[in-house]
């Protein structure tokens, strides 16, 4: 839910640009590329931990700040097994990648083409990040070679597209 919240906040609100270092800071897709790095940054250190002294990065804003109570859930749920955490900030990562080149499209005003559309819909459906959730919450521990497979990979590209449908 709080991916979609995020994104909610960068597809419709104009105060991505007050969020990602004031002013208007120039067109949206800059905007929301900026909020992306600014809101990554605090995800990495609520969900991975910061570099020994590391401050914290202040939220952007009451969703951004939401996170850090969604991490301190997901620490608790995965124990120590830091790359279940990994698996999840590079799922988190890669939706809001996906977000700033849906903005670009929107900007533009073009349509994308159908491949260019799922190059960025595949991310922003977050059932990347779904599927890494489920795995963490029904405790599946699989090996790397299995969950890293080829297969496993393809599986979860045909769950994600049939949502998108």
């Given amino acids: 839910m709080w991916l979609f919240f995020w994104d909610d906040f960068v597809d419709g609100s104009g105060d991505v640009a007050a969020a990602a270092e ?24 609520h969900l991975l931990g910061g570099a020994v002294g590391e401050g914290e990065p202040g939220a952007l804003n009451a969703i951004c700040g939401l996170f850090a109570e ?62 890494d959730v489920s795995k963490m919450l029904n405790r599946i521990e699989l090996p790397t070679s299995i969950l890293g497979s080829g297969e496993v990979k393809k599986m979860r590209t045909c769950a994600n597209k049939i949502s998108i449908m």
């Fill in 22 to 45: 004031g002013g208007d800071g120039g067109d949206e897709a800059a905007r929301a590329e900026r909020y992306r790095n600014q809101s990554l940054e605090f995800v990495r250190f």
């Fill in 70 to 131: 969604v991490a301190k859930r997901v620490r608790i749920v995965c124990g120590d097994d830091e790359a279940q955490r990994w698996g999840l900030f590079r799922s988190i990562e890669a939706y809001m990648d996906g977000c700033v080149v849906e903005a670009r499209w929107r900007a533009s005003g073009g349509l994308p083409r159908s491949v260019e559309f799922y190059g960025f819909r595949l991310h922003t459906s977050a059932v990347e990040m779904l599927l």
